[in-house]
């Protein structure tokens, strides 16, 4: 892990993208776009979802000119240390580990509780085999649990793998799962709910420090006014502030 830190600290230094000036370029706001409700892409082909809707806000608070930009969510951290955008906004948790590679902005969402979703109600989610994304928190816990993990690139694949009997649940953000599990009688909510993680925060390079005060200021000021407040309650994320 500490190479790890090492080379990826030596990659945002030679980047030399440091936000000194940032009323005079564009920020690119970095995003997965499959992981609605979170962030998804319409059928017009834009990003779209409560990223969105939160970081045109945040923007338009800041006095910034912004862009969307779609990453595959295993390489969302490499890609915003190595310069392909300027944010994270893409349903990341802030944990200590991802703190130790880049910076995060105060959350802008409480945790989400994660949930099982099976076939059955008696799935075994103690010692069973439990899907989840790649990279994610969930991944993590399962893990260090006594399940069997097995990992998947993109949300899509880890409910597919419950469809077709290779993994006994799929663990995930409620607020991904709940939605998807209304529409499919066949899917399952278990009862057990895990809070993990310090809530969702935008992602930004450690020599970013003044364009995360920035958007720091814009998330407290929408927690002051309630307009973070309702954006949460529409798009059904969690709990609000």
């Not at 564009?26 to 962030?39: D, H, L, Q, V």
């Not at 008696?122 to 928190?137: K, L, P, R, S």
């Not at 995360?212 to 969690?238: C, H, P, V, Y």
């Amino acid at each position: 892990m500490k190479k790890l830190v090492l080379a990826t600290a030596a990659l945002a230094l030679s980047a030399g993208l440091a936000w000194s000036a940032a009323h005079e370029k564009t920020i690119r706001m970095g995003t997965e776009g499959a992981y609605p409700p979170w962030n998804f892409i319409n059928d017009a082909g834009e990003v779209d979802g409560f990223e969105r809707e939160l970081g045109d806000e945040l923007c338009k608070r800041a006095e910034l000119t912004c862009e969307w930009v779609t990453n595959e969510w295993d390489s969302i951290i490499p890609n915003l240390v190595s310069g392909n955008y300027d944010v994270i906004i893409a349903g990341m948790s802030i944990t200590d580990e991802r703190d130790e590679v880049i910076d995060f902005t105060q959350n802008y969402t409480q945790p989400d509780p994660t949930l099982y979703v099976a076939l059955s109600m008696d799935a075994d989610v103690e010692g069973g085999v439990i899907a989840a994304q790649t990279g994610t928190i969930q991944a993590a816990h399962i893990a260090e649990s006594n399940a069997t993990l097995v990992e998947f690139a993109t949300p899509e694949e880890t409910i597919a793998a419950v469809r077709n009997g290779e993994a006994d649940a799929v663990f995930a953000d409620g607020s991904f799962l709940l939605p998807i599990a209304d529409e499919d009688d066949t899917l399952m909510v278990l009862d057990q709910k895990v809070l993990l993680g310090g809530g969702v925060g935008m992602g930004v390079r450690e020599s970013d420090g003044e364009l995360r005060a920035t958007f720091d200021a814009a998330i407290q000021s929408m927690k002051d006014d309630g307009s973070l407040n309702e954006l949460i309650t529409k798009w059904e994320i969690g709990e609000t502030f």
